[in-house]
């Protein structure tokens, strides 16, 4: 729907934007955004430091059928080798995943 501005499901022309996408519970009206979990200190008793602000989230959503999607704003912006539980699935680079 971002490059179209159709929905894939239905096929529907009225998709709407998102620009900010709130948190399900969020009386603060902060934004949704992508966390990173980095470990700040390797070892044994270290926990993982969470970046909630790593990425902002936006949505596209079809009017009609109520197809929703999300997209995070600045990809290349993201340290995704840092994401906890994030695996890449596809490769183009050749790098090990």
Do not use: Q
């Amino acid at each position: 729907m971002k490059k179209t501005r159709k929905c894939p499901k239905c096929e529907s022309l009225r998709v709407g934007h998102l620009a900010v996408v709130l948190d399900k519970d969020d009386y603060k009206g902060t934004p949704r955004s992508l966390g990173v979990a980095v470990v700040d200190n390797p070892g044994f008793f270290s926990l993982p430091v969470v970046d909630r602000n790593a990425a902002r989230v936006e949505a596209y959503i079809c009017t009609d059928c109520g197809f929703f999607e999300e997209y995070v704003v600045h990809p290349e912006r993201v340290p995704w080798t840092s994401l906890e539980n994030f695996t890449l699935l596809n490769n183009p680079d050749g790098e090990p995943t």
